[in-house]
């Protein structure tokens, strides 16, 4: 991983033409200058040359950025800003440290699956036993915070049971093509078990022999954040569990964990590190460049969009895998919305650091969505679904997101092999 000690080549790169304002999602909701990537760049480069300090105002700045990657995809120099902007963050918290609760979720709840589960079960009650209710109507979450009500309205409804407790950790098939460790995410785990069980269903029916290995959070989180020591922990952590599993493939559901999965072998540099993220395969890429994809025979009638996630588009380079197997499902009518690689403001926990204006960002990708006349939008990445969704029902639209998996398991008809 880039270090600012040695960016400064990367810095005089920058030629200062503004194009990066053109994409940049927070520049187009706020107009502020800071907030873009030459500014960003500028503010760098006076920091090393010892002209500013690390000041919180230095430090709010370079947390306001999605890490989208649509500055670095649009440059015509190329100048890695979100790798800046983690360079700039993890000199932050080496200076200032990291929050309390940032700190102990880092070290404490992600590297720890009981502790996290445990979290999880806590969510779930909090969520189905009343006490949600009870919390709302009595207007407690306005009092504390006006703010904190918003955010708490983002969260998704946990599920019951998380998806690995539901699944066996070998998922056999007649006639095996191919044998893949499926890495889950948090997400999928613990709020969308049925994208989980969509993707065991979708690749068994073609031939993918699956198993589920002990895993942890990628570390993107923690990384984003600063603490890049626990996001090395991490990695060595699903480094070692996978290994064990003997695949030729390993397939993630979500596309920031797909990109930072591929960013192991950055962040480690080992050779264990690099045959692990070369391994690495968003699950769009294995049904269409390792497995001959086959849909079941059952129409889907629907007019649907398709919403690239950061992570995918640009951080990972897949594109028209997604948008190939939509076309492939019978009955869907596929229609390209404006800005689809546009980010939707979700970006890890940054739609619930800066709720406000992560959704007005969300609205501007409603809005096109909205202008297609779909009535479904179909996504690669959990973190994309519950912003979307979020969004969507603020908006009053009847519009249902959903992931590509769920989509492609619809086409089959349930009990049949």
């Not at 028209?320 to 076309?327: D, G, S």
């Not at 009955?331 to 406000?356: K, W």
């Not at 204006?357 to 179909?378: C, D, F, H, P, Q």
């Amino acid at each position: 991983m880039e270090s600012l000690a040695t960016a400064s080549d990367l810095l005089n790169q920058c030629s200062k033409c503004g194009g990066c304002q053109a994409v940049c999602p927070l520049y187009g909701e706020t107009q502020a200058e800071p907030y873009v990537a030459r500014g960003k760049i500028f503010l760098i480069k006076n920091y090393l040359e010892g002209t500013i300090e690390l000041s919180p105002k230095m430090k709010e700045i370079m947390s306001l950025c999605l890490l989208c990657k649509a500055c670095v995809d649009n440059c015509p120099n190329k100048v890695p800003v979100d790798q800046l902007v983690l360079a700039a963050r993890r000199e932050i918290a080496k200076e200032r440290g990291i929050s309390f609760v940032r700190k102990n979720v880092f070290q404490h709840l992600l590297q720890n699956n009981g502790r996290l589960s445990l979290a999880a079960r806590m969510g779930y009650l909090y969520q189905h036993s009343g006490i949600q209710s009870v919390v709302r109507k009595s207007g407690l979450l306005e009092l504390i915070s006006p703010d904190l009500a918003k955010k708490e309205g983002l969260l998704p409804r946990v599920a019951r049971r998380p998806f690995r407790s539901q699944a066996p950790e070998l998922i056999t098939c007649s006639r095996p093509k191919i044998r893949v460790a499926y890495y889950t995410g948090c997400l999928t785990n613990y709020v969308y078990p049925g994208t989980g069980l969509a993707v065991l269903d979708v690749l068994g029916r073609n031939g993918a022999e699956v198993v589920i290995p002990e895993q942890w959070c990628c570390g993107i989180p923690a990384l984003a954040s600063g603490d890049e020591a626990s996001a090395v922990a991490l990695a060595h952590r699903n480094i070692e569990a996978f290994q064990k599993a003997g695949v030729d493939a390993i397939v993630t559901d979500c596309a920031s964990c797909g990109s930072m999965l591929h960013d192991y072998a950055d962040l480690i540099g080992t050779r264990e590190a690099r045959i692990f993220a070369d391994k690495v395969l968003d699950f769009s890429q294995l049904l269409d460049d390792a497995i001959d994809f086959q849909p079941g025979a059952r129409e889907v009638p629907v007019v649907a969009t398709y919403h690239d996630p950061c992570h995918l588009r640009r951080g990972q380079g897949v594109h028209t895998a997604p948008r190939k197997l939509i076309r492939a499902v019978p009955g869907v009518e596929l229609t390209e919305m404006n800005e689809a690689d546009r980010c939707c403001g979700a970006a890890g926990s940054f739609n619930l650091t800066y709720y406000d204006l992560s959704t007005r960002i969300g609205k501007r990708k409603v809005e096109n969505i909205r202008k297609t006349g779909a009535g479904l939008v179909v996504t690669g990445c959990p973190s994309c679904i519950m912003q979307l969704d979020h969004v969507l029902k603020l908006e009053q639209s009847p519009v249902q997101v959903m992931h590509l998996a769920e989509l492609l398991s619809m086409t089959y008809e349930k009990g049949e092999v």
